[in-house]
């Protein structure tokens, strides 16, 4: 089970059976008993994938490419050659589908409880990730101040804004081979 469903699951478990006191969950005080921040992944995606952390990234491996290369070690190149077509091919899941983002979001740990702190939720979860949402769980859009973490310039903030009344492409649609 991937990790962002079984973070759904065990949020939908807590705010769902977890007794909040003799009333039911946020009754007594009018609010939510579970803040959850949620998050478009493909925004999170879109701005590492145009960020100078994703850049560096895959200049490092090209850098070791050439190494390999002028070292004429060919199982080195086939090696990072792999590597970088199979980058590309999640980040691409990544950006136009739903595929998760948890290891970007590593890129930034140490920034992304802060973020959570001052939604004021206590889980960040991807929305694509929540097929269901119980009576007494309040989503809070997290997806900008996430997305800010990667320091993105105009055109992308643009290209988020446009995650907005853009669906993404099923999983199941998108290609898998790098080659293609």
Request: charged share 25%; hydrophobic share 45%.
């Amino acid at each position: 089970m991937r990790i962002g469903a079984l973070v759904a699951v065990l949020a939908f478990a807590f705010a769902t059976f977890v007794p909040w006191g003799r009333a039911g969950a946020g009754e007594a005080t009018g609010r939510a008993a579970l803040r959850v921040g949620v998050f478009d992944s493909r925004a999170i995606a879109i701005a590492y994938g145009r960020s100078p952390a994703c850049a560096t990234r895959f200049q490092a491996l090209h850098d070791e490419y050439e190494k390999a290369k002028a070292a004429s070690n060919e199982p080195r190149m086939k090696e990072l050659e792999r590597e970088g077509q199979w980058s590309q091919v999640r980040l691409h899941q990544r950006a136009f589908s739903t595929a998760g983002v948890g290891s970007i979001l590593l890129t930034v740990a140490d920034r992304v409880p802060g973020v959570a702190r001052d939604a004021g939720v206590s889980l960040l979860v991807s929305k694509w990730e929540m097929p269901f949402v119980g009576k007494g769980v309040e989503t809070v859009d997290v997806t900008l101040p996430l997305a800010l973490l990667f320091r993105p310039d105009e055109q992308t903030l643009k290209l988020i804004e446009h995650l907005k009344t853009t669906p993404p492409v099923p999983f199941d649609e998108l290609g898998l081979d790098p080659n293609e």
